[in-house]
């Protein structure tokens, strides 16, 4: 099955496309405006949405978390399928096993997965992460999550 991952920002989002049974990528979008990826949505042949799911940790927030918050749930409308959320916590606890993990730890777990630094490569030698950068390595890591656990035994958003 494949499922479409998104880690959404207040304009420009990043998403890829994995496959859970090879375990490997089939497309990846490191930042895309936020309409070009809702127009998009409808034209994946994904059987599932893993969407990147704001949590409140008793901090105030400003404009851009709310207007984040309307792009999820646009996103998520749009699916034709099972869409669902994914906690940024679920993410770092998955794979990193500590929920104070940080961007860099999340890179380093995903890496570690696919063989280390190589598994990046380069254009004349692509690895199987080739091409991943930006907000790609949070919707990869959401898609990993999404694929490597049954969804009732994540933080449910509803």
């Not at 309307?70 to 998955?94: C, E, S």
Request: aromatic share 10%.
């Amino acid at each position: 099955m494949r499922i479409f991952a998104i880690d959404p920002g207040t304009t420009e989002s990043g998403a890829v496309i994995y496959d859970t049974e090879a375990k490997q990528l089939c497309a990846i979008w490191p930042a895309i405006d936020n309409y070009d990826l809702l127009s998009m949505i409808g034209t994946t042949n994904a059987g599932e949405m893993a969407i990147e799911m704001v949590a409140s940790y008793g901090m105030p927030v400003g404009r851009e978390v709310f207007e984040t918050c309307v792009w999820i749930g646009r996103f998520m409308q749009k699916f034709d399928g099972r869409a669902y959320p994914i906690y940024r916590r679920d993410v770092k606890l998955h794979l990193c096993g500590q929920p104070r993990a940080k961007d860099a730890n999340i890179t380093c777990a995903i890496k570690d997965r696919f063989g280390g630094e190589s598994a990046v490569g380069t254009k004349k030698h692509p690895g199987p992460l080739y091409g991943v950068s930006k907000h790609a390595w949070a919707a990869l890591g959401v898609a990993i999550t999404a694929s490597e656990n049954p969804v009732d035994t994540l933080t449910k958003a509803w």
